[in-house]
């Protein structure tokens, strides 16, 4: 056979292959038309569309209710973790959530301290996270108002005292809490005021209210200890404990600990309804008295309260 016939042979076959092929490809075209047109035609039906708006509608309404579930997970965690947080009687912060709060201070506190330990820098003029100071509030003989006028009464002047101290802080940032029975403490950042002063300032409020109670109306007054800021919270809250013995007159505590009084210790006739703090410069316990705070330049303002190194 020639090369020429071999030639037209070989060519005969490929045109076979590609007329073939292009069969092949119209007839996959055809089936792919006719499955659209199908479906098409089969969707366009009323029933089928009911059924694809009702699946879509479910599928809608599957994941809103699945959101909103969500939703309502976090809410109940939250509103259980506040709870968990809370004193029931008075809405403040019960002791967990005081000890929540101090702790994050704490830390913001701590992580500024090395920052600018780092950059060589003085936090006094540049420290964002205030340094704050403890007061510890005791109402005096509270036994008494629930014996004579019964708890319910008790409970009224409990929620009035703590309505009282809130409205007395200065800053969102400054908190109370309920530590139990009708003790509360208080935590105040430093912003350039007096502390003890503050305190003062609490105790009067308190021992203005009055409440009224089948026709009594019945009073109180607060003991008050307060503590300078300590990087040792355990420590400052020891320290402002300690001044409340000497505000109230414990004797025995006082003798036992060993405190170191500026003054005479004052018994349990000349205690009460007074203030009391840790004054750093003379390493004393010192009784509040308006004179000592009432010239700005006093050294309460400058060193009663100052960091402890």
Do not use: C
Not at 59 to 88: C, G, H, I
Not at 261 to 266: E, F, K, R, T
């Amino acid at each position: 056979m020639s090369s020429f016939e071999n030639f037209n042979e070989a060519n005969a076959k490929q045109l076979a292959k590609n007329k073939a092929k292009r069969e092949e490809e119209r007839k996959s075209a055809e089936v792919e038309k006719t499955l659209g047109d199908t479906k098409e035609s089969i969707a366009s039906m009323p029933e089928v569309q009911k059924i694809a708006e009702d699946s879509a509608e479910r599928l809608v309404v599957s994941k809103r209710e699945t959101t909103q579930s969500n939703w309502e997970r976090r809410a109940k965690v939250n509103e259980l973790k506040e709870d968990a947080e809370t004193d029931p009687l008075t809405g403040l912060n019960n002791r967990r959530g005081f000890d929540k709060y101090i702790s994050k201070k704490q830390i913001a506190i701590q992580k500024e301290e090395v920052a600018f330990a780092h950059r060589e820098k003085s936090l006094a003029l540049e420290r964002r996270e205030k340094l704050f100071d403890v007061f510890i509030i005791d109402l005096d003989k509270f036994k008494d108002v629930n014996d004579t006028y019964g708890h319910l009464a008790g409970d009224v002047m409990l929620k009035e005292v703590a309505s009282t101290i809130q409205n007395e802080l200065r800053s969102s940032r400054d908190i109370v809490a309920r530590f139990g029975g009708e003790e509360f403490i208080v935590a105040v950042e430093r912003d350039g005021g007096n502390l003890v002063e503050i305190a003062e300032r609490i105790r009067e409020s308190i021992q203005k209210i009055q409440i009224e109670h089948d026709g009594n109306k019945i009073s109180v007054t607060a003991s008050v200890g307060v503590a300078p800021y300590n990087a040792n919270v355990n420590d400052m809250l020891d320290i402002a404990d300690k001044a409340l013995y000497i505000a109230k007159g414990e004797g025995d505590k006082i003798n036992k600990e060993g405190l170191a009084i500026d003054g005479n210790i004052p018994t349990q006739e000349e205690a009460r309804n007074q203030v009391w703090y840790f004054d750093n410069s003379s390493e004393k316990y010192e009784k509040y008295e308006k004179s000592d705070i009432d010239d700005e330049s006093s050294e309460i303002n400058d060193i009663a309260l100052e960091k402890v190194a």
